[in-house]
């Protein structure tokens, strides 16, 4: 691998890319090739040089045939990535973690990534949203690319529900300060977690429960730690499914997403919930002035509510904590959770996230992995003709304004693309989960804060 920039003519090479994530700005930086697969041992040294890299303040480009979520630590160094079409489809790791960070991801056909080996540690620019690599750019280059990059309509709209109050999440593996006050959280996806750490989530079923409760609170501290305090941190139960990690002690499922995941597990794996809750009040014992939330996925009955509040309130009982000193929130990702809202009362939940892609896909009865287009045309929020998807729609209006009515407050996942429907079709009150690098496209155009609202890093 080279990773030092050689001195050679500016010429403005064009390579026509595709785009699957298109970031916040354009990027440059170095060129830099990982030509064989990255193991879990390597990933802190090669974060560490690329660190040194950037403090000599140069930008880095990664050309890699796939990303796995425990090389975060490398992909938090480099500002863009580049991957070859014959092995990278839109909802890979790399687009995932580019959309939660704000980075650029474009794909190459193999003729393309073959010339790209070419140009490895020359100074290169991704102009994602005009679908070009520039090799060698001038500043006119970076001026013109600069200069397509004005904000779009969801940008401005999503930086608008922030300046108006709205509850705004952010996703993101990788915790930092937003450098401003607001009605802002972090949601912390605990699968993601383990495996940028180089563990696998499948390990939490194989340990016993008080390994697997040192390993999760070891974890989630440092992600809490890198946190400013006045930030409502969502820690979200295991939910990693047999088809999206490998080696899983579960036989592959045909259809995962409907299968063994969330808390379903309990019930294989008991140690897990109470392993996971003890976590939790240990982490609250030692950050009390921490406002955390313990989260249940893919919620399909209520002994599964029941079992988790029981759970949680005695493990912060243990602790010496009020039973309520964590909230308990649940995820609105099967149609049986709106016809539950007696049993999410007397658990003391307060908070619904609607995970709208697991939703919109138990809905219509379509499996998001099935190769089929024409199954996969139930389960677009709009048509190719721009017609809405009115049946989902309206049922999840239907829904949020039943859990509104009762009092719960409601968090939508959903894409920047996506927020301008659901600001059409769903109450006022509702916040959004977003990724990061939305977030912070859209504080980008927020004048800014007095010096008193400013949040300075923990």
Known sequence: MNTRPTARRRHGKEIPIDTVVPGMQASSGILFGLRKPLSVHEVGKL?????????????????????FPYMIPVLSQVD???????????????????????????????????????????????????QKVVID??????????????????????????????????????PEALGRRGNF??????????????????????????????LLHSL??????GIPSDFEIVLRSLDARSDEYPDSPLKTERNPQLGNHGPSLFKRYPHLLDGETAAVATLKNEYRDRKLTYLLPFVRC?????????????????????????????????????????????????????GTKDLLMSFMMADRDNPDPLLQDYLNLHDDRGKPNLPFLNYLSESVDRFVSHGFEVVIYSLA???????????????????????????????????????TQP
């Open 47 to 67: 974060a560490l040089s690329l660190a040194r890299l950037r403090r000599d303040g140069n930008g880095i480009i990664l050309r890699c045939r796939e990303t």
């Open 137 to 174: 750019p001038d500043g006119h280059w970076a001026e013109k690319a600069a200069a397509g990059y004005a904000p779009l309509p969801e940008t401005r709209l999503i930086a608008d529900l922030i300046a108006a109050g709205r509850h705004i999440s952010l996703l993101s593996t990788v």
């Open 185 to 214: 959280s972090f949601f912390c996806r605990q699968e993601q977690l383990l495996t940028s750490g180089g563990v696998s989530p499948w390990e939490l079923l194989r340990r016993g429960q008080k390994d697997m409760r040192e």
């Open 220 to 225: 989630w501290s440092g992600y809490v730690g």
């Open 302 to 354: 209520a002994d599964e509510i029941d079992s988790a509040r029981h759970s949680l309130s005695d493990a912060l009982c243990k602790r010496s904590l009020a039973a309520d000193a964590v909230q308990l929130a649940v995820m609105f990702e099967t149609p049986a959770l709106v016809y539950l809202m007696d049993d999410l009362a007397a658990a003391q939940v307060k908070t619904i996230w609607v």
């Open 80 to 130: 863009g990535i580049i991957s070859p079409k014959t092995t990278v489809v839109s909802k890979s790791h790399a687009a995932e973690f580019c959309r939660e960070e704000g980075k650029s991801f474009v794909m190459a056909d193999e003729s393309t990534w073959g010339a790209l080996e070419r140009h490895e540690g020359k100074m290169v620019l991704v102009d994602s949203r005009a």
């Open 417 to 455: 693309g996506e927020v301008p429907i659901y600001v059409e079709y769903l109450p006022k009150s509702v916040g959004f989960l977003l990724s990061k690098g939305a977030v912070k496209a859209s504080l980008s155009l927020l004048p800014d804060p007095p010096s008193g609202d400013h949040v």
